[in-house]
């Protein structure tokens, strides 16, 4: 079975610039999370999405920070405009539903913000 | 609001040494607790998981014990070996008004292991 998938690894944008990032979910999983962890510390969530409602997104900065998951499978993560401080890995994870408390993580996309 | 808290690192054992990474917590309900390892570049793993009070999680030698009395679930293994160099973070799990899960992590423990 295919574990999570998160694309790019790697990203490296100047300043300002509009970046996002994707995660396919474990097949099956109904509840997909994305965490963001700064370097040195554990995750932090930033949204949760059941199927394609986003029903947790208290810790999601609005003013910069978008996502979709218009279908209820991939997700699509979305700065705009990118600051030095965003610099930090975006983790994606699922689970099969939200009252399975066990998730199951991808590789992560580390992102440098210059 | 729920917490966890560990031991600061980087933690350096030679191989072969035992391994202790204490890990304790702040909850208001009954978590579950987790272990999960980050190897260099790679995203989180879950290593072992405990639901409830007394249980053990077990997993490729690690072990822990989930301690009510103390809030504590440390992580321990008899003999670390240098794949063991890793990242080492421990977590809880605790149900929501709305039922949902959400995972509280502390800030990470660095091990590594010299040959």
């Known amino acids: 079975e295919a574990g999570v998938v998160q694309s790019p690894r790697y990203k490296i944008i100047e300043k300002k610039q509009p970046v996002a990032f994707w995660c396919n979910p474990i097949s099956g999983h109904n509840t997909l999370y994305w965490y963001l962890q700064n370097l040195g510390q554990g995750p932090e969530l930033l949204i949760r999405y059941e199927n394609e409602e986003a029903v947790d997104d208290s810790q999601l900065p609005k003013d910069r920070f978008s996502a979709e998951r218009l279908k209820g499978v991939d997700s699509t993560l979305k700065i705009q405009p990118a600051e030095l401080g965003d610099s930090a890995v975006y983790l994606c994870a699922s689970s099969w539903t939200y009252e399975y408390n066990e998730q199951f993580f991808g590789p992560g996309t580390r992102l440098t913000v210059l | 609001g729920d917490s966890v808290t560990q031991m600061e690192g980087p933690v350096t054992l030679s191989e072969e040494a035992f391994l202790t990474i204490n890990c304790t917590y702040t909850?208001?309900?009954?978590?579950?607790l987790f272990w999960y390892v980050q190897y260099p570049g790679e995203g989180l793993q879950l290593l072992l998981k405990a639901t409830k009070a007394d249980d053990k999680g077990s997993n490729k030698g690690f072990e822990a014990t989930y301690r009510k009395e103390t809030t504590s679930f440390h992580l321990e293994k008899g003999s670390v070996q240098v794949s063991d160099s890793a990242v080492y973070f421990c977590?809880?799990?605790?149900?929501?008004?709305?039922?949902?899960?959400?995972?509280?992590f502390g800030s990470g423990t660095r091990l590594l292991v010299r040959p």
């Open positions: 977590a809880l799990s605790d149900k929501s008004a709305d039922s949902s899960y959400k995972l509280i």
């Open positions: 909850a208001t309900g009954y978590p579950s």
